[in-house]
């Protein structure tokens, strides 16, 4: 079964940018849909952006839109996300998945441990 282990969070002020990898382990991600997810302290779980798995159609959540893009290289096993212009708002433990479905994986899915972003001055 894949595995998969998000890296690239950290502390960055507003403004600036990152790029969260998830790598994957154990099988390839070119039949996984692969998504983005955010929590928040004391907010709800957010899916922030997917790509799909056979043409690559890709999903942003409205408050991402235009700031942060979703990527894969099925070389690498790997699917990233730029995160650019980035705002308070948008700290929060980030996780990867992977999982069939339309774009974003909704079913048969597996999760990555989660990595933390943190946006402040």
């Known amino acids: 079964q894949v595995q998969l282990v998000e890296s690239g969070g950290g502390l960055v002020q507003p403004g600036g940018s990152l790029r969260l990898s998830c790598a994957a382990s154990?099988?390839?991600?070119?039949?996984?849909?692969i998504g983005w997810f955010r929590q928040a302290p004391g907010k709800e779980r957010e899916g922030v952006s997917c790509i799909g798995s056979s043409d690559g159609n890709t999903y942003y959540a409205d408050s991402v839109k235009g700031r942060f893009t979703i990527s894969r290289d099925n070389a690498k096993n790997t699917v990233y996300l730029q995160m650019n212009s980035l705002k308070p708002e948008d700290t929060a433990v980030y996780h990867c998945?992977?999982?069939?479905?339309?774009?974003?994986?909704?079913?048969?899915?597996?999760w990555g441990q989660g990595i933390l972003v943190t946006v402040s001055s």
């Open positions: 998945a992977a999982g069939g479905g339309a774009v974003c994986p909704t079913y048969s899915e597996v």
């Open positions: 154990g099988s390839t991600l070119d039949y996984y849909n």
